[in-house]
């Protein structure tokens, strides 16, 4: 070997050294770094054509791209369920325990106990005012709650706007670190930092999205989520909120793919990550809260309105109007049973009463005069009703609201259902149905209960929907139009949308006059409604909301109930008795101002099984307001602990995963410092045999 080859072999371990010492630094550096994976240094023999001429270094990230991948699963994994876990959970806050004084749920049982004390001395202006605010007070509850889970649901619409910017971010940086990291490759450079860099935002992205990375041939990674969608080579895809989506308060996510312009909806793309689990809090568990909710409020204004309208005030009320119903005149009444229409005087005697007998189709007066209905429609009731009871009251029936009111001086009206075969159409009775008395007021339909029937015409003028099939996340998967076409019968209107929803649900009109829409296909969740452009007559009703149609309407159920104005302003107008009107003749006095009998049945009210239907994650079922209380609570807190355990259980796999990885890719201080003394003594090594090439070197001259 010549004494150059010492020279340049000499050299070649000095510098080799040198940037084994300083890769070695870096990872002593970066010991605390999170994300950070180790340098490793790998010693190449230098070969030339006389033999070994030297040493090189290949310095190398210490990258496991299974664990990795692993890591990225449950990271995505992790912050999905935890995201779930925390909207849930604060979301099970709000609704609280039933016997927690501070609970939605604990107004309930004071309002029924109101009654039950008013029951005891109705003529107590201080009791009346008493149980109306107590109603008041469950009132602004229930719409204080709904307004808060609606708050949790805009919040999570924010979180998803953020973390889109986040991921679009983060996408970018690791397109240009792509390109970086590609000329390094094609230059021979190393470009360790610029690898760990990317390596930190592709570990975030993990968070946000599920995805999974591969290499690149000449470098850098490509991203694609967990199903080969691309999102990121040498350019990034851009994620944003479907605009094509017209009337969705809650817009999807779409992707515009790496040098495309086409948008693409990339829910049903992502099952992990935080984007998947705010979707999820968002369109799916928040959702189902709300729609129980919406269903236990209705229930509990309905079972109010029901006891109301059996009741009287005393004196009776000189006029009764109702809420627009969504029917028309032409309607068929579909009324079974016998009603009571009285006229009764400021005593409570009686001046007229009138017995309407929907079976036979005949209103008998007390005066044993019987007028026959014309027809068996709502118009034909009014109009044989306007015969009956001229010149003494008057009825009529326009937008789809009845009012009744009598011209007798200082008389009232009373209408009470037959103790012994009480009117009925769907459930409710005749002064329900209508609601004449109500007591609880809001915008909309509370029941969707109609009382329709096949044979009615549907009364809805040509018109469009457009319908959302939504999955079992409440992502939405398809939209179509329906068209509405007027003159049909509601047996059309059900079979036209089994047409339209073939292969995805079924519509279906129950005994009540409920026209339902039922996912059939496995894939599908629910059927949402995005628009709704018909009407219904001239009650300004759409089939949406006649029928509760969409999640919206059935969430607003729980806001903007009210009670009625009138008695708000005038608590004397509570109904407290009851009128014994069935078979009562002229002069017979049937209301009493000590009569606690509408205010007992009022009270009653919250233990009296009705009939709630589907609503987000609770069954249909036939229970009280009481017990129904109790199992949407219980739900709400088994939801939440369910969303609970399974963050835990997502959050031990990473960890485990997470720890796999740092022991392989992690800085080990005992093993570096190992290192490093080894590179120093080998540095030492090469500086020595430089030494000795020189002074053999300087001998050989010496000897010439």
């Known amino acids: 070997m010549s004494i150059s080859s010492m020279m340049s072999i000499g050299l070649s371990a000095l510098a080799a050294n040198q940037q084994a010492l300083k890769a070695t630094s870096t990872n002593v550096a970066n010991v605390n770094t999170v994300g950070y994976s180790r340098l490793d240094v790998q010693f190449i023999s230098r070969e030339a054509s006389g033999g070994l001429s030297g040493v090189e270094i290949e310095v190398r990230r210490v990258a496991n791209a299974y664990l990795a991948a692993a890591e990225m699963r449950g990271a995505a994994d992790v912050a999905s369920a935890d995201i779930l876990s925390q909207f849930m959970d604060r979301a099970q806050g709000l609704l609280g325990d039933p016997s927690d004084a501070s609970s939605v749920f604990s107004t309930l ?77 094609i230059a021979g450079v190393s470009a360790s930092e610029a690898e760990t860099e990317q390596q930190r935002m592709i570990d975030r992205l993990s968070e946000i999205i599920d995805i999974r990375a591969q290499k690149r041939t000449l470098g850098g990674v490509e991203v694609r989520t967990t199903d080969g969608m691309l999102l990121v080579d040498l350019d990034a895809a851009r994620l944003g909120l479907d605009s094509t989506t017209e009337g969705e308060p809650h817009p999807g996510v779409v992707m515009m793919p790496p040098r495309s312009t086409t948008e693409t909806p990339l829910e049903t793309h992502i099952s992990g990550g935080e984007l998947k689990g705010l979707l999820r809090a968002r369109d799916k568990e928040l959702v189902n809260l709300q729609l129980a909710f919406g269903e236990f409020a209705a229930g509990t204004a309905e079972a109010l309105n029901a006891a109301h309208n059996a009741a009287s005030t005393v004196p009776a009320p000189a006029a009764m109007i109702g809420r627009n119903t969504g029917l028309l005149e032409d309607d068929l009444l579909n009324f079974s049973g016998v009603t009571h229409i009285g006229i009764v005087d400021s005593e409570g005697n009686v001046v007229r009463n009138f017995r309407v007998d929907f079976a036979n189709g005949e209103i008998l007066d007390d005066q044993a005069n019987v007028t026959p209905f014309g027809g068996a429609t709502i118009g034909a009731l009014r109009d044989a009703l306007n015969l009956a009871m001229d ?21 009232g009206v009373v209408i009470t259902d037959d103790p012994t075969n009480p009117a009925r159409r769907a459930g409710r009775g005749f002064s329900h149905t209508f609601g004449l008395n109500d007591l609880v007021t809001h915008g909309g339909p509370l029941s969707y209960a109609t009382g329709l029937s096949a044979l009615d015409n549907h009364g809805f003028i040509d018109g469009d929907i457009t319908f959302a099939m939504r999955d079992h996340d409440g992502a939405i998967v398809r939209t179509f139009n329906f068209h509405v076409t007027a003159g049909a019968s509601l047996g059309s209107l059900r079979d036209d949308l089994n047409t339209a929803l073939q292969g995805y649900g079924a519509a279906t009109l129950d005994a009540n006059g409920r026209l339902a829409l039922t996912p059939t296909n496995n894939n599908i969740g629910r059927i949402d409604v995005l628009q709704d452009t018909t009407v219904r007559g001239d009650t300004s009703m759409s089939v949406s909301q006649l029928f509760g149609f969409g999640e919206q309407l059935s969430i607003e159920r729980a806001r903007s109930n009210s009670i009625r104005a009138d008695i708000v302003a005038n608590p004397n107008l509570v109904a407290t008795a009851q009128a014994d009107l069935a078979g009562a003749a002229a002069n017979t006095r049937v209301l009493s101002p000590g009569d606690g009998r509408g205010a007992l049945g009022l009270e009653a009210a919250g233990a009296t099984p009705r009939t709630f239907a589907n609503a987000g994650g609770l069954s249909g079922q036939v229970t009280s307001i009481s017990d129904y209380a109790a199992r949407l609570a219980g739900h709400a807190g088994v939801r939440a602990e369910a969303l609970e355990g399974a963050r835990a259980a997502a959050d031990s796999v ?15 201080l005992d093993e570096e410092l190992v290192k490093m003394t080894t590179y120093q003594q080998a540095y030492a090594a090469a500086s020595r045999m430089i030494q000795a090439a020189k002074d053999l070197y300087d001998i050989c001259l010496n000897l010439v």
């Open 109 to 185: 049982d004071p309002v029924f106990a109101s009654f039950g004390a008013l029951a005891v001395d109705p003529a107590s202006a201080l009791r009346r005012s008493s149980t109306l605010s107590d109603l008041t007070t469950l009132l602004a509850q229930l719409d204080t709650t709904a307004e808060e889970i609606q708050a949790l649901r805009d919040e999570s619409q924010s979180r998803i706007i953020s973390s889109l910017e986040e991921a679009n971010s983060l996408m970018s940086g690791i397109a240009r670190l792509n390109m970086s990291i590609q000329r390094s490759s």
């Open 391 to 411: 010149p003494d009251a008057t009825i009529s029936f326009e937008n789809g609201v009845m009012e009744l009111e009598t011209s007798v001086v200082d008389a």
């Open 654 to 668: 990473r960890e485990e995963v997470r720890q796999r990885r740092m022991s392989e890719e992690g800085v080990n």
